[in-house]
């Protein structure tokens, strides 16, 4: 027979108990840029389409995307670019069974977000 005091019951410990990891946080980036990039892939692709319809469109469309909002996407997405490869190879460490362990594995974390700045600057920079 189901259980009719569902809601006096208390919430997981989960929920209280656990902080958010390294680990997770970095996990739940990887997933988020591999998503955001799609904004990014989508100006890019509505920019060359504009190229290809005509001069008028495009410079419609050009005028958005090397705008500052423009911009801000375009930079964001270098960024998500970067941290999703570095996520990526991390992970291709992982499955080849090594840096598991705790200490080595919030490393590698910390490495693949100070490398994905340090990388879009010097890509901002370099464009």
Known sequence: MADVNRGDRPLSPHLTVYRPQLTSMTSILTRITGNALLV????????????ATSAEYFAT???????????????????????????????????????LDVETAEKMGIAC????????FITVIAV
Do not use: E, K, N
């Open 40 to 51: 990014g892939a989508l100006l890019v692709v509505w920019w060359l389409l504009a190229a």
């Open 113 to 120: 977000i100070a490398g994905s700045v340090i990388l879009t």
């Open 61 to 99: 469309v050009d005028g958005i995307v090397t705008s500052w909002f423009g911009d801000l996407v375009m930079t964001l997405s270098v960024l998500g670019l970067w941290y999703h490869a570095l996520a990526g190879l991390r992970h291709l460490i992982w499955d080849q069974g090594y840096g």
